[in-house]
Nanobody, 115 residues
Framework: QVRLVESGGALVQPGESLKLSCTIS????????MGWYRRAPGKQRELIAT???????NYSDDLKGRVTAFADMDMNTMYLHMNSLKPEDTAVYYC?????????WGQGTQVTVSS
């Protein structure tokens, strides 16, 4: 079993940066990939980035260049750093982990971009 807890969501102004964290506990050694997703109001869930245990991190084409996703060496914490935030980045942000045929989700953290 794997548990994920996001933190760092906040109300920020357009143009600001924000860093989200996801703490991962449990059977971390079974995981082979982790990711960040978001769901904006009235929209479907959107993939932001996928971090692989081996290999480069993949980013959504829409967000590439404005976001950086990374994990610590033990893969027990991962981060999402976002720059130049826009109102359309307002969403609930989720972290995800998968391995051994299972998939796990955090409860989400709210990011609101508004002046």
């Amino acid at each position: 079993q794997v548990r994920l807890v996001e933190s760092g969501g906040a109300l920020v102004q357009p143009g600001e940066s924000l860093k989200l964290s996801c703490t991962i506990s449990g059977s971390i050694d079974r995981l082979n990939a982790m990711g960040w997703y978001r769901r904006a109001p009235g929209k479907q869930r959107e993939l932001i980035a996928t971090i692989f245990r081996t290999g480069p991190t993949n980013y959504s084409d829409d967000l590439k260049g404005r976001v950086t996703a990374f994990a610590d060496m033990d893969m027990n914490t991962m981060y999402l750093h976002m720059n130049s935030l826009k109102p359309e980045d307002t969403a609930v942000y989720y972290c995800n982990a998968r391995g051994d045929g299972s998939e796990y989700w955090g409860q989400g953290t709210q990011v609101t971009v508004s002046s």
